[in-house]
């Protein structure tokens, strides 16, 4: 792999005495791991290593082929980069604040707003770390790739969480969030391991090109933060302009103070470069994981807990119109059964297939349908979307299909076969037959 060779000057620059270690770290493979979802349990990782600042968080000898793994689908576990996991510790910390705020000895439920959430990896880090009930909005300017955090966090479970497809801008006002994350797009440095595209889209000009951009959702999500409520900031890049000048910039331009969240020493991870800012710089050479950069700030104020129902009320819609863009025939049939007029609804309905959100979501009543467990190799089968043959035991009709008493959709079952409810832009296309890979 060759790095850029202005972006060799720049570290060099950055790190001085550590460079030569941060450039060989560089060259080395990057480690895989995982993280598990603590409300789907099941997931197991022998002779797994811990991440030291995720409690759920693993790191593994080899990377299996997660594709054909069906607790993948069936949101037991993440694959995420370890350094991406201190998500979950900072929202641990935070909600530990805000409970000592209010004297109690636990945190109510929040709302959170992830700013910049797709795939879907550090929404569910974080959803796994609020108090139950919190609601979530997780928002992705890119429509593609809202489908794709849909999806994630529809697999993940988690009841109180909804997607939209806009603009940052959409979100400044209201003083709605206990918590506003902004993952921010960034040059991409800390993912040249992993994405030769980082390498190949490397420029001077791009890091300008993103700390403006930057600047523009921050601005946005600031004004989205409840009085005491927390902004967290983060990008997967190493130079400063688009770090330590953006934390000065949320703290002498948009008026959040600091806050130092206090990792412990022992788990190494630096701090920020030329700055009195309590931010943290996940680096190669100093942590196993890719790079990242976290500072977290808190709005002035007094901050007290709050009805949820404001925050629901005020981006339902969001999201609704988002579910429009991505499933346009979903959204026909629902406002056919809306407006479905006194004759219609009297007829005999056909039995009605539940949405593979309401399968896979924790809230879901699994007394409703039969279930049928599957091996692993009808599970591979059925997340192709291919027919499977059930039990003989097995009721016609509608049945839950799971894996190791995981839900991962749904069939028909007509006896001799079952057809399969899986969603087609979901089904897997690898075939069976690829090896692990060694990691570290």
């Not at 700030?297 to 819609?317: A, C, I, N, T």
Request: hydrophobic share 35%; glycine share 6%; proline share 8%.
């Amino acid at each position: 792999m060759d790095l850029p060779s202005g972006f060799i000057t720049q570290m060099r620059g950055l790190l001085h005495e550590d460079a030569d270690d941060f450039l060989a770290a560089m060259m080395r493979e990057p480690v895989t791991s995982v993280r598990l979802n603590r409300r789907k349990p099941g997931a197991a990782f022998p002779e797994a290593e811990p991440v030291r600042w995720c409690r759920c968080g693993f790191y593994l000898h080899q990377r299996p082929v997660f594709t054909l793994d069906p607790l993948l689908h069936a949101g037991a576990y993440y694959v995420q980069d370890a350094s991406s996991m201190i998500y979950h510790e900072t929202i641990c910390r935070i909600a530990d604040i805000l409970s000592h705020d209010i004297d109690s000895d636990t945190t109510p439920p929040l709302a959170l707003l992830d700013v910049c959430a797709a795939p879907g990896g550090k929404t569910t880090a974080m959803i796994d770390a609020l108090p139950d009930g919190s609601r979530v909005v997780a928002n992705e300017y890119v429509a593609k790739r809202a489908a794709i955090l849909r999806e994630n966090l529809a697999k993940w479970g988690y009841p109180d969480a909804i997607v939209t497809n806009c603009d940052s801008s959409r979100f400044a006002g209201g003083d709605a969030f206990d918590i506003v994350a902004v993952d921010a797009p960034c040059s991409g440095e800390g993912m040249m391991r992993k994405e030769k595209a980082a390498i190949e889209q490397w420029s001077p000009q791009l890091i300008e090109e993103c700390s403006s951009l930057q600047k523009e959702i921050l601005e946005n999500a600031v004004k989205a933060v409840a009085p005491g409520g927390f902004l967290i900031y983060s990008t997967c890049t190493f130079n400063r302009r688009e770090n330590e000048e953006n934390a000065e910039f949320i703290r002498s331009q948009l008026g959040m103070i600091p806050v130092d969240m206090g990792f412990p020493e022992e788990w190494g991870i630096p701090r920020g470069i030329d700055t009195d800012i309590p931010a943290y710089r996940f680096m190669p050479h100093k942590t196993e994981g890719e790079g990242l950069f976290l500072s977290v700030f808190r709005k002035p104020g007094e901050w007290e807990p709050k009805s949820l129902r404001s925050v629901s009320s005020s981006h339902d819609k969001g999201a609704e119109v988002a579910d429009r863009k991505q499933n346009p025939k979903r959204a026909i049939q629902r406002d056919k059964g809306r407006h479905a007029n006194d004759r219609e609804k009297k007829r005999k309905e056909p039995e009605t297939v539940p949405e593979i959100q309401e399968i896979l979501s924790l809230n879901f009543d699994r007394s409703r349908y039969p279930e049928a467990d599957l091996t692993k190799e009808d599970a591979i089968a059925y997340l192709r979307r291919e027919s499977i043959t059930l039990p003989p035991d097995v009721p016609k009709g509608l049945v839950t299909v799971t894996y190791r008493g995981l839900p991962l959709g749904m069939v028909k079952n007509i006896g001799n076969r079952a057809n399969n409810l899986y969603p087609k832009n979901w089904r897997i296309l690898m075939q069976a037959g690829a090896a692990p890979q060694p990691t570290k």
